[in-house]
């Protein structure tokens, strides 16, 4: 991974050992490595200050003034917005932004943020147990060996999730491949083992996009991807069918074995939760009346808003929820032009595709600015690299 941020073999080693990190969420101060990476680019930079756009840096740099301005009496997150313009610097000053050097990258968040999955898992077999392990619905953060939301957990599997589809078809480095569909399947275990329904989901939904997009789109007509893609799907479908009808007629004594088991009551109940829906849409009326923030909407529904953008209002009001829709509009063109730009491989567009994918469901089903800030730091490096490679090809 030389010359990816400098010319210096010795300060890109740093940075990217300090990604890791940023990833995994050492210790729990993730958030707090990003001015020393931004510090160290500077000064390798000769002082010289620069970002891929000077408009969605400012926009993202009135954003965390605003949400710290009507967020400041809330607590310590209302400083997190200031990461957001951190992270796009840090992603504008890729001294090599070509498509292997933002795909390492890429695999780095994907690899540090899965292995902290597993440490948590870890963690959590030996608190519960192997019979607790399975039944609790209690989780821990190992950084902290505090009690986790399990969302909290789940977002940093996504990144890997949406690599998927490029490693399974198209990733040809075996080594690269195998580490992580190592990670994303220990991973997954764990999240469905938590009662996590919503990264069973967003496979679906990037296989299924993703394989609709290089056949329909980049009119791939290989018929070694089509018969492995159905082979996959077969699979899946006999699996499913399988455990269906073991559990609907209880062979084995299944049903009464596996009702004992968190996850299963949780899909035989609902495949997506209903009360997300309930809290979106309530949210609405109750938006006219606090403006300006202060979880008056959480409060009154009860739990917090599984949307992105929703949240940002409920926590810090109308303001700064407005200059991160304008940033989000921004972001939204950048991949666009990503997949739609011929200069760039058709193999790396499959891979954004499946990366922006995952980040985009991930913003409209979770509280990422309250419940996930650094998948949010994550998300805007990822974007101010995927826009630095179209600024390059220009």
């Not at 313009?85 to 994907?110: Q, R, W």
């Not at 567009?349 to 994918?357: D, E, K, N, Q, Y």
Request: proline share 3%; with cysteine; net charge positive.
């Amino acid at each position: 991974m030389d010359n990816i941020w400098s010319e210096n073999k010795y300060v890109n080693f740093l940075i990217n050992i300090l990604l890791f990190l940023t990833g995994i969420n050492f210790l729990h101060y993730g958030q707090l490595i990003l001015p020393i990476i931004c510090f160290i680019l500077f000064v390798d930079n000769k002082l010289r200050f620069k970002v891929n756009n000077p408009k969605a840096f400012i926009i993202l740099c009135l954003f965390a003034i605003s949400f710290y301005a009507f967020s400041y009496k809330m607590g310590f997150y209302s400083v997190m917005g200031f990461t957001c313009p951190m992270a796009y610097y840090i992603g504008s000053n890729m001294k090599n932004p070509t498509e292997d050097n933002i795909k390492k990258i890429i695999y780095l968040f994907a690899i540090s943020m899965g292995l902290h999955v597993i440490l948590n898992c870890v963690y959590e077999y030996i608190v519960h147990g192997k019979h607790g392990f399975f039944m609790s619905t209690t989780h821990y953060d190992f950084w902290t060996r505090e009690k986790i939301a399990n969302t909290a957990t789940a977002v940093n599997a996504d990144i890997m999730l949406g690599c998927l589809y490029y490693l399974v078809f198209h990733e040809k480095d075996r080594k690269i491949k195998t580490l992580n569909l190592i990670i994303l399947a220990v991973s997954m275990f764990y999240l469905v083992v938590i009662g996590r329904r919503t990264p069973v989901m967003m496979i679906l939904i990037v296989f299924i996009s993703s394989f609709i997009y290089e056949t329909k789109y980049l009119k791939n007509s290989s018929k070694e991807l089509k018969k492995s893609f159905l082979t996959i799907s077969m699979c899946v479908i006999a699996f499913l069918a399988l455990l269906i009808i073991t559990y609907s007629f209880n062979l084995f004594n299944a049903r009464t074995v596996l009702q004992e088991y968190h996850i299963i009551l949780k899909f035989t109940r609902s495949f997506i939760n209903d009360q997300r829906f309930e809290l979106y849409f309530g949210s609405f009326p109750l938006m006219p009346k606090y403006p300006f923030g202060g979880q008056h909407i959480s409060t009154i529904l009860g739990e917090q808003i599984h949307d992105f953008w929703i949240d940002i209002y409920d926590y810090a009001g109308i303001v700064p929820c407005f200059i991160m829709i304008v940033y989000s509009i921004i972001y939204f063109k950048n991949m666009v032009a990503v997949l739609k730009a011929k200069d760039i491989s058709e193999g790396f567009r499959i891979l954004s595709l499946g990366v922006f994918i995952c980040i985009a469901l991930q913003m409209f089903f979770e509280p990422i600015m309250t419940g996930s800030s650094l998948f949010l730091i994550v998300s805007i490096i990822i974007g101010a690299l995927f826009e630095r490679l179209i600024i390059s090809e220009e």
